[in-house]
């Protein structure tokens, strides 16, 4: 698409925007633009869409056609020519913002392949947002709130309680925690590996939970070689009743900056259905930080795991 605008021509007023592939000009009645002016013959030029662009051509031998003020018989245009149809002078200008007497521009590989990764990120971030909103989503558990309750304290208020009739002959949490008479464990907790959450997640046969903690010891580093964080799962008992202990799992301790909080995903060793429940212990130089246990009941009943010299 162009347009011509008439310079010295005062029959046509306004510019003329042109989108046909072949223009004629010339003073017969059947040209495209008629030209009623001495020197203009009947079809005087043609205006021609080629693959290279636009050209020119000279119709009739004895007229002239001048592109910036060479007479030419064919030439190729480029906005801004001045065309003189005889006496007319005609300023031609492309309008499809790339002019079209440029030759196509050959494909870039370089942004081709630029596209093809744009894409493939698009679509890897569909394809985590799709996963991240149709797999299971942990449960958070409930965890022991009187953080700073004795182990006895709570040792004795269950044993203080009248316990149910057991069912099916199977021993009541309550009356598993008055036997055990663990060690108490410290009235007030550091809390310098601080648990702030635990997440339990289901997944088929697979059942773990996370573990959420924060360093705020009081020197200026952490020394991860001091930290230890323990992991007790409790499981049913042999014919559905008591508890049973799984071996205590000491977490690996990566890098870890004061300050700074952690996550730690623990697999139970076992089917979904034996788990009961779980106690979370923190250390730090062997001295315990924080507990968190669900249901809150079993946080009486799990075993020192540093009674056998672990750590």
């Not at 499981?235 to 990566?254: E, F, N, T, Y």
């Not at 979904?272 to 001295?287: A, M, N």
């Amino acid at each position: 698409m162009y347009r011509l605008v008439f310079q010295n021509y005062a029959a046509r007023k306004g510019p003329l925007v042109v989108e046909r592939p072949s223009l004629v000009i010339g003073r017969h009645a059947d040209c495209h633009i008629q030209i009623a002016e001495p020197g203009v013959c009947d079809r005087h030029a043609t205006i021609e869409r080629q693959a290279d662009g636009y050209h020119v051509r000279n119709l009739d031998s004895a007229a002239v056609v001048c592109v910036n003020g060479d007479v030419v018989r064919k030439r190729r245009l480029a906005s801004g020519d001045e065309l003189e149809i005889g006496p007319v002078r005609i300023h031609f200008e492309v309008l499809h913002g790339v002019s079209a007497t440029r030759q196509r521009r050959p494909i870039d590989l370089l942004e081709v392949l630029a596209v093809a990764v744009v894409v493939a990120v698009i679509a890897g971030e569909i394809a985590l947002l799709t996963s991240m909103f149709t797999e299971d989503r942990p449960k958070r558990v409930k965890l022991d709130a009187a953080r700073s309750q004795p182990a006895a304290q709570a040792a004795a208020t269950t044993s203080s309680s009248p316990a149910p009739a057991p069912a099916d002959g199977a021993h009541s949490l309550r009356e598993t925690a008055a036997a055990a008479q663990p060690p108490a464990e410290p009235t007030v907790l550091n809390r310098m590996i601080r648990i702030t959450r635990v997440d339990r997640s289901e997944s088929g046969e697979v059942v773990s939970i996370t573990i959420q903690a924060k360093a705020q010891v009081g020197a200026r580093e952490l020394d991860t070689s001091a930290v230890g964080i323990c992991v007790q799962f409790a499981a049913l008992g042999r014919g559905g009743g008591g508890v049973d202990w799984r071996k205590p799992i000491w977490v690996s301790i990566p890098q870890w900056e004061n300050f700074a909080s952690k996550a730690f995903t623990v697999r139970f060793p076992g089917a979904p259905r034996e788990l009961t429940g779980f106690v979370v212990r923190t250390y730090y130089g062997r001295q315990l930080q924080d507990v968190a246990a669900s249901p809150p009941s079993l946080r009486p009943l799990a075993p020192n795991p540093l009674a056998g010299g672990a750590s």
